[in-house]
């Protein structure tokens, strides 16, 4: 296995970070390409940029935002919201997206991800999944997780585990699995959701939601997560991302060191 | 940072996060300039063929702009020319990603698939890995490169100093000839070590 990626998440509204609890409340968190930069420089492995907003708004991520942290950075960067369809993708590429987080068009249209796929390759294309625990039974939700789009607002009586692998067999090359319960509660990754999800697909999965630790982090790798994705302790400064690895490194969980070409014969 | 900002080009493919290649040699102060004419392809002090995308989509955008001999001919005189990621695949003479498509055949090698799910391994190989280059490498430093690939080469070509890398089995992170670079990986996403290789490469 790689060393596991630590991914800050940039949700961004009207060009600005923002993040709130279970997608509601939004606060403002600072600028986008500065924040991208500092984590960066902390050892971030890659960078989420979402527009929260884009989809519920009916329009697309906002490119100029994607430009200028392209601009400073030179880590990975995945971006999401509002890509309807494959020229969506194309302009978030042009802009200096690496890949592509699609959600609630691949559920109405699936077939997207293939077409994604053909064009950008697997590698370029995520399928983001948000999923909201259920506990009564409700019909085609067999393993207890709900698919859920439109930034978390809608429920599509989806089985979040059957979505996963179908994705998967249509063209996604990774799952940003996001667990609304959790998320911004800082009470813990949804481990149960994870396994789940993990045993159903062999692409990387991106562990998101309820961050609040690196034993979060080493929990979510052991329960077969890839990369774990966090924003509110690294926004609130609870977290460098430099500390969080020392902290996983600790715990045995394998990360990436910083270059130093000093070091390198 | 070079004193005299080179200029370096980009192929167009419109396949690939061009923007992340134009990017990432602007931060090292290079002028640069995307293209897909075979003129600039040509003439070019240092050409980078990027790479996101499927195979078979990149080779027929490379076709259709009639890029193929300009580009053959550029990396048979040992021109600066930098391939990355399908870049670099699409020098090899094919892909089982598209059988029947041909590559720019510079090197002898058809790129192959990794076999999903075997043993634990991810595909895509998507993260941080380790390469490692041959004693005799003077462009590919060791260390931690971003990977994001499905397919990948495992012979070294003839004449070409080999960069190993491990995942599922050895195979090919890169290829040195001179200021002839492939990269399975992408320096321009690969942080402060992918910055050393391109200011390397800007100097070769």
Known sequence: MLPVRIIPCLDVRDGRVVKGVRFRGLEDQGDPAALALAYEEQGADEVVVLDVTATPEGRGTRLDTVAAVRARLSVPVTVGGGIGEIGDAAALLEAGADKVAVNTAALRRPALLTDLAARFGSQCVVVSLDALARREDRPGVDSGYEVVVLSGTKPVARDAVAWAREAVERGAGEILLTSIDRDGTRSGYELTLLRAVRSAVCVPIVASGGADSPQHMADAVRAGADAVLAASIFHQGNWTVEEVKGALAALGVSVRPGYSEARTP | ?204
């Open chain 2, 1 to 204: 940072m070079t004193a005299c900002a080179p200029t370096v080009t980009v192929v167009r493919t419109s396949t690939a996060n061009l923007a992340s290649v134009l990017t990432g040699f602007e931060r090292l102060g290079c002028r640069v300039h995307a293209t897909d004419d075979v003129g600039d392809v040509a003439a070019a002090e240092r050409l980078v063929l990027p790479g996101v995308g499927a195979f078979a989509a990149a080779q027929r955008a490379i076709a259709s702009h009639g890029l193929e001999d300009a580009l053959r001919e550029r990396i048979e005189r040992g021109r600066p020319t930098l391939g990355i990621c399908l870049g670099m695949q699409l020098m090899a003479t094919g892909s089982e990603e598209a059988s029947g498509v041909c590559g720019l055949g510079v090197f002898e090698g058809v790129v192959g698939g990794y076999e999903s799910g075997e043993e634990g391994w991810r595909v895509p190989q998507m993260g941080w890995n380790l390469v490692s280059p041959d004693a005799r490498c003077e462009i590919v430093p060791r260390g931690y490169a971003y990977f994001a690939n499905s397919y990948r080469l495992e012979v070294a070509p003839d004449g070409w100093l080999p960069v190993w890398c491990e995942y599922a089995g050895r195979f090919l992170a890169a290829v040195e000839r001179g200021p002839v670079v492939g990269c399975q990986f992408h320096p321009e996403l690969s942080g402060d070590y992918g910055k050393a290789l391109l200011t390397r490469w800007l100097e070769a």
